[in-house]
């Protein structure tokens, strides 16, 4: 897509959005990210020695073999979308050797983990220092005692010449009386897939700065109260002098409190500030203050930071979601913490990435699914303006025991006290298909139930402020302040026409309504002259929501999710008729379509890249399928354009056939210029299916095409072009297979497989598997959990690419497809 001209408005506040994001410091006095100098085993060790053994014995022939390793690290990085294997679940172990040295006299040193997955343990030497069970909250190792214990030994500095040895094992092993489910639709990770900080404190610090923003529904009136909690581990002093500094959202100072915290259990109240006509915090305008707190004085004084935000949300009851007293249509998505080549250990920069990649097409709301994710993203949900439903991981299976159910309270309470902070924050997710049975021989609906009350009245308890919600649970939901059924228009059930009688009468049946949870497939890449054949075998009316086995490929019913082409195509307009109804919708709150990106699952092997949930607009490593951009032509205002289909290079029909051409924008007209002639200016009208008015047809000639599309937008202009092959030869089944270097950069070699049948006529709908390999020097970039990135995958339009190291004369890249003739290609 070109943009020739943006708005200056546009690009600065893509900047402060980038500022902003990475502004927030550290949440301790001096904090350390631990990520370089680790060592790695995928196995269980015979006892913790084996971790310490090779670096006290400096014996060459000790085993198991370590491999070094960066954090964030996830065991599987890429077995999860290995198609010849189950990913790994079981224990893994990191080690690594840390000077430590505290600059606080009688301080406390602690290891602060944002995450680990999912059971782990923490030792010191030989010495077990602290455990935790569960993958996706934050927690922390009080590691003074042991540091100052081990400095006191031989080994410390003959050994480890004045080194500290850590050792870490996380083990992601099924197991029943856990959450989540394996039955779950996504990996269950092992590893230290977030960030660890090595943290040194004062004697006397803080646990957690709790802080309350709290506005009116006129927004002329806030408060903001603040409160503490101390570590257990500390020794408290009576009580100790504080300060706390209040700072508006340009830095400047509005309130201040000096006086002095008594230091004992439990919540202590600070102080409490009024503000008249705060700066209120929205999508548009995420307009953040900044506490700084100081406790004690001098060289030994604890300082904390915190931004905090001033809004006022409403769920109307049977009617829209309301912020700040004014309706907002809840525009969102979904979030899985996955990603290509490293799985769940994706880093800064590569959250953030994602994150300005969903507030440049239009978000303003997300689903968090389905747990606790990195303090990271909830930061940038803050800086960039998106709100957040984000929940705890009671997904699927059925009910556990009380160790279970222990489990699942301790994350909601973690989940609450860490984020309750945040201004992007306003559901709190009890649970997400708990209708779904399997892992116990129970299954009982009024156990469920109460477990489910038990969860809403702790919510509730933990932080009055926010609204609780669950999604797909029938039986379940009277109980949440808010409540998603299952809504799959034109996927799982249904055609997408469906869509807003189905969503009627769905909200007809709980207080407060939200959609979360709607789209479909896409193999990205695979494109249809007519994509919606599918829905001729299915009869509108009928129900839109997912049932048992609707997931599969296989059997039962008619639906588009198995008789369906996956193409870009039918996603495109599957998605760009919800999104016109949505618009003609005044009493619904919101949708999230699901999920922003595509992510690896274990419950999907026959899937065309398997192992992958293909639902994403991008794919697993940020490629931006064609749905992104009418999302972005629906909820976007800086002026775009984009032809659909930069991905399809070949087109096809007849000689002189009127094909038709989609151009999704946000602009108020656009002219289509198909070989330099001009096809006239069409007005967009959103309520005019498909792209919103903006579509022609017109013929093609065979051979090369150019199409080019001017977008108005008042003075502003955009443009965006594509070109393509238009074949006009017929084609009959696949017999012969090809395969060419097509592309060589940055030291990748990309390598293209093609399919044509025996008159030599490439079938452009062929969707056969194809498999490649590799002998000699080199390797394939596969087990990505991409349509480029991996070694078996469905065709798209009788073709698939993949990428490799090559080594001139020493590489042979292999092809296969079932039924015909292997392909080699020497390069």
């Known amino acids: 897509m070109l943009t020739p001209r943006r708005s200056p408005s546009y690009s600065l506040l893509l900047a402060l959005f980038i500022v902003l994001a990475s502004a927030y410091p ?13 060592e790695f085993v995928r196995q269980d060790l015979g006892g913790i020695w084996e971790a310490v053994r090779p670096v006290v014995a400096g014996n060459p022939e000790s085993v198991p073999l370590w491999e070094p390793v960066t954090l964030p690290h996830c065991f599987n990085a890429r077995d999860a979308v290995d ?22 006299p009688g301080g406390r040193t602690r290891l602060h983990f944002e995450g680990a997955g999912q059971k782990t343990e923490v030792y010191i030497g030989t010495t077990k220092v602290g455990s935790h069970v569960g993958g996706y909250d934050e927690w922390t190792v009080d590691i003074t005692q042991a540091v100052a214990d081990f400095q006191k030994t031989e080994a ?3 050994q480890f010449k004045g080194k500290i040895p850590f ?46 923003a709290a506005v009116d529904a006129t927004g002329k009136t806030g408060t903001l109260a603040l409160k503490v909690t101390f570590p257990e581990t ?9 300060a706390v500094r209040l700072l508006d959202p340009q830095g400047r100072p509005v309130g201040k409190y000096q006086g002095v915290v008594q230091g004992q259990a439990g919540e202590v109240a600070v102080h409490q500030f009024a503000l008249k006509n705060p700066r209120l915090w929205s999508p548009t305008q995420p307009q953040l203050y900044t506490v700084e707190l100081t406790l004690g004085s001098g060289p030994q004084a604890y300082h904390q930071t915190q931004k905090v935000g001033f809004r006022h949300i409403e769920f109307v009851e049977h009617g829209p979601f309301k912020l700040n007293g004014q309706r907002l249509l809840l525009r969102g998505t979904h979030r899985h913490e996955d990603h290509a080549g490293v799985a769940a250990a994706m880093t ?13 097409m239009g978000v303003n709301f997300i689903r968090l699914g389905h747990y606790q994710q990195s303090p990271i993203v909830l930061n940038l949900c803050d800086s960039l303006g998106i709100l957040v439903w984000e929940e705890i991981p009671w997904c699927r299976g059925g009910l556990g025991s009380p160790v279970y159910q222990a489990q699942a309270k301790r994350m909601l309470t973690h989940m609450v006290q860490q984020h309750a902070h945040h201004p992007a924050v306003i559901i709190w997710g009890l649970g997400n298909e708990n209708d779904w049975a399997g892992d116990f021989p129970e299954f009982d609906k009024e156990k469920i139930r109460t477990f489910m009350k038990e969860l809403n009245a702790l919510s509730h308890q933990l932080d009055p402020s926010r609204y609780t919600a669950i999604r797909r649970c029938d039986f379940c939901k009277d109980i949440p302040d808010v409540y998603s059924p299952s809504i799959w228009a034109g996927w799982y059930r249904g055609i997408y026409t469906d869509y807003k009688a189905a969503t009627e009468e769905e909200f007809k049946g709980v207080k407060r309504f939200l959609h979360v949870e709607w789209g479909g497939d896409s193999h990205a890449g695979r494109h249809s002259e007519n994509p919606d054949n599918a829905l001729a075998k299915i009869t509108a009316g009928k129900g839109a929501d997912e049932r048992a086995g609707d997931a599969s490929l296989f059997g039962g019913s008619a639906r588009v999710s198995k008789d369906g082409d996956w193409s870009e195509t039918y996603l495109c307009n599957l998605v760009d008729w919800h999104l016109k109804e949505q618009e003609t919708m005044p009493w619904l709150s919101g949708t999230a379509y699901w999920p922003f990106k595509d992510f690896s699952t274990p419950v999907r092997p026959d899937n065309p890249i398997p192992y992958m949930n293909q639902k994403g607009v991008v794919e697993r490593d940020f490629t931006k399928k064609e749905a992104y951009y009418v999302f972005q ?3 976007t205002t800086a002026p775009m354009a984009h032809i659909y289909g930069h991905s399809w290079p070949v087109r096809w029909g007849d000689e002189g056939e009127q094909k038709m051409v989609k151009v999704y924008s946000n602009c108020e007209q656009a002219e289509l210029f198909v070989n330099g002639k001009s096809y006239g200016v069409r007005k967009r009208n959103s309520q005019d299916f498909p792209a919103a008015g903006l579509h022609w047809n017109v013929p093609f000639t065979t051979g090369q095409n150019q199409v080019r599309v001017v977008a108005r937008q008042g003075k502003q202009t955009v443009t965006d072009e594509i070109s393509f092959r238009y074949q006009t030869q017929k084609w009959t089944k696949p017999t012969k297979l090809t395969l060419t270097k097509v592309g060589e950069a940055n030291g990748l070699t990309t390598v293209e497989a093609k399919l044509f049948d025996a008159q030599g006529v490439q079938c452009l709908d062929a969707a056969s598997w194809l498999e490649f390999s590799l002998a000699g020097a080199g390797r394939l970039l596969d087990d990505l959990g991409t349509s480029r990135g991996s070694r078996k995958v469905q065709a798209y339009n009788g073709h698939a690419l993949i990428s490799l190291e090559a080594k001139a004369g020493q590489t042979t890249v292999a092809v296969q497809s079932p039924g015909l003739a292997t392909v080699l290609l020497a390069l």
């Open 156 to 158: 410390y500095q003959k």
């Open 26 to 38: 550290s949440r301790a006095q001096q904090a350390q990210r631990l990520t370089s100098g680790w």
């Open 83 to 104: 198609p010849a294997v189950n990913y790994y679940q079981g224990p893994g172990w990191y080690r690594t050797q840390l000077a430590v040295q505290n600059p606080y």
């Open 348 to 360: 800064e920069p590569m959250i953030r990435q994602e994150m300005v990649l969903m507030k440049q």
């Open 633 to 635: 032509s629906y909820w």
């Open 234 to 242: 500390s020794s408290l002093p009576p009580s100790s002098p504080v």
């Open 167 to 212: 050792a870490i094992r996380c083990d992601n092993s099924r197991d029943l009386e856990m959450i989540p489910s394996d039955l779950s639709d996504f990996n269950v990770y092992g590893g230290l897939y977030r960030y660890l900080n090595l943290e040194y404190r004062p004697a006397t610090s803080l646990d957690r700065l709790i802080t309350q």
